[in-house]
């Protein structure tokens, strides 16, 4: 009897010609034409490049794991909720999108500290119209493929989310209505007189913050289980050490390497095997 199930994904349905060399690894069992189960199979250095060769996510998923050991999923906004990068498109109606991004890139890729990348990038955003930030989320933000999905598979199963984000509750919050979140945790930008000031209020939600938040929400709920955490830059990794179950998603090398899971190919809804076997 199998103890574990390797969970192979394509955001593309599967060929017969690629269904054909899974199966020298071992029977499989096809659940749709983008998803098949490979049962107790090694993660051997001949299937991953297979998979790295046909852009395929695969993952080691216990037979055990069930939705109903998890009480929490905590998730990042800024490319893993979200398509983009608020701040990047912000900075872009100044004509510094270039400059922001590579702040970005580099924090994201744990190269400089994010607290101190905000402070400098949000302090080149001093004179922007506060309409700016509804320009942005209207016509540029954009859900990530199958994240509704995977929180509709969470809210049927009674799970809560927590979206946490070093970015800006003017977003987190408009996401917060429209996706049914539990709950959400950002940076609030000051605004005066309409206009940005450059700072950010309070504590900035970093690393650290994230995971202070996930554990503080934890420790709130009635009957605390499992958690789950997905992120894809380094400001994620401590609340993804925290979890029981992290994914990296579309995620920073540094970022795939520590976490349980890592999907690089499929969308959000390549979460919901990872969770419980379908």
Request: glycine residues 6%; charged residues 20%.
């Given at each position: 009897?199998?103890?574990?199930?390797?969970?192979?994904?394509?955001?593309?349905?599967?060929?017969?010609?690629?269904?054909?060399?899974?199966?020298?690894?071992?029977?499989?069992?096809?659940?749709?034409?983008?998803?098949?189960?490979?049962?107790?199979?090694?993660?051997?250095?001949?299937?991953?490049?297979?998979?790295?060769?046909?852009?395929?996510?695969?993952?080691?998923?216990?037979?055990?794991?069930?939705?109903?050991?998890?009480?929490?999923?905590?998730?990042?906004?800024?490319?893993?909720?979200?398509?983009?990068?608020?701040?990047?498109?912000?900075?872009?109606?100044?004509?510094?999108?270039?400059?922001?991004?590579?702040?970005?890139?580099?924090?994201?890729?744990?190269?400089?500290?994010?607290?101190?990348?905000?402070?400098?990038?949000?302090?080149?955003?001093?004179?922007?119209?506060?309409?700016?930030?509804?320009?942005?989320?209207?016509?540029?933000?954009?859900?990530?493929?199958?994240?509704?999905?995977?929180?509709?598979?969470l809210r049927d199963n009674g799970i809560e989310t927590l979206?946490?984000?070093?970015?800006?509750?003017?977003?987190?919050?408009?996401?917060?209505?429209?996706?049914?979140?539990?709950?959400?945790?950002?940076?609030?930008?000051?605004?005066?007189?309409?206009?940005?000031?450059?700072?950010?209020?309070?504590?900035?939600?970093?690393?650290?913050?994230?995971?202070?938040?996930?554990?503080?929400?934890?420790?709130?709920?009635?009957?605390?289980?499992?958690?789950?955490?997905i992120g894809d830059g380094a400001n994620d990794l401590a609340m993804m050490k925290e979890a029981d179950?992290?994914?990296?998603?579309?995620?920073?090398?540094?970022?795939?390497?520590?976490?349980?899971?890592?999907?690089?190919?499929?969308?959000?809804?390549?979460?919901?095997?990872?969770?419980?076997?379908?």
């Amino acid at each position: 009897m199998s103890i574990f199930q390797t969970v192979v994904q394509s955001s593309q349905p599967l060929s017969s010609d690629v269904l054909a060399q899974l199966a020298k690894f071992n029977s499989y069992r096809l659940v749709n034409d983008r998803l098949i189960y490979l049962p107790t199979t090694p993660l051997t250095s001949q299937l991953s490049e297979l998979a790295n060769l046909h852009q395929l996510d695969i993952a080691q998923v216990p037979n055990h794991r069930s939705f109903s050991d998890i009480s929490l999923v905590v998730m990042d906004m800024d490319s893993t909720l979200i398509t983009i990068e608020c701040i990047d498109e912000i900075a872009d109606f100044m004509g510094i999108k270039d400059q922001v991004s590579a702040i970005t890139e580099s924090a994201m890729r744990g190269e400089i500290d994010f607290s101190e990348s905000l402070r400098r990038r949000v302090s080149l955003l001093e004179g922007l119209p506060e309409t700016t930030l509804l320009t942005v989320y209207n016509e540029r933000l954009k859900i990530t493929s199958g994240a509704e999905q995977l929180l509709q598979a969470l809210r049927d199963n009674g799970i809560e989310t927590l979206l946490v984000s070093g970015g800006f509750t003017f977003f987190t919050e408009r996401l917060q209505k429209r996706l049914n979140l539990t709950h959400t945790r950002a940076n609030t930008l000051e605004v005066k007189q309409g206009y940005l000031t450059g700072r950010v209020l309070g504590d900035i939600v970093d690393a650290q913050g994230k995971a202070y938040w996930l554990r503080t929400l934890l420790k709130q709920q009635k009957n605390p289980k499992g958690v789950v955490a997905i992120g894809d830059g380094a400001n994620d990794l401590a609340m993804m050490k925290e979890a029981d179950i992290s994914v990296a998603f579309h995620a920073k090398p540094i970022v795939r390497e520590q976490a349980t899971h890592a999907l690089s190919w499929v969308g959000l809804d390549g979460v919901i095997p990872l969770l419980e076997i379908q």
